[in-house]
């Protein structure tokens, strides 16, 4: 099983949760040729959102609202200066099962145009969490 858990973070006027997975950033899971990662940052928690958006944004992490996407896929990482999933957003299926959830088939989506697979050179394969660690962690956007 992979470890998760959530830390605030600042970027400006933003307070948001940095996803973290077996204690790297989730863009740190992700890698170009020459090291970079990606940009993008956690939907979780945003400060700027009000409670409604936080609450549909934790229930689809926790699959119990599907995702507004077609691909039914969550994104995870979004733009860092609005959040609009139409800059480009790193999406993920997220499957619930009875103790565990599953992060799996990774892409890269805009919601106005078929997503794409995702091209960094290193990127994560599946992640598996255990449930209750993965909720308590998740909830915490609330």
């Known amino acids: 099983m992979n470890t998760i858990s959530t830390v605030t973070t600042s970027k400006g006027e933003l307070t948001y949760l940095e996803i973290e997975v077996d204690g790297k950033l989730l863009a740190q899971h992700f890698a170009g040729r020459q090291g970079a990662h990606p940009s993008q940052i956690s939907p979780l928690g945003w ?7 936080r609450a549909i944004t934790v ?3 926790l699959a119990k609202k599907p995702s507004e996407l077609v691909s039914g896929r969550v994104p995870v990482l979004v733009c860092e200066e609005c959040g609009d999933i139409g800059c480009g957003a790193i999406t993920v299926r997220i499957i619930c099962e009875s103790d565990h959830i599953t992060w799996t088939d990774w892409f890269y989506e805009n919601g106005y145009e078929p997503g794409s697979s ?17 909720e308590t962690e998740i909830r915490k956007a609330l």
């Open 59 to 61: 229930a689809q992490f």
């Open 118 to 134: 995702i091209v960094w050179p290193i990127k994560p394969g599946n992640f598996v969490f255990s449930m209750n660690v993965y």
């Open 47 to 53: 400060s700027s959102s009000s409670h409604d958006q």
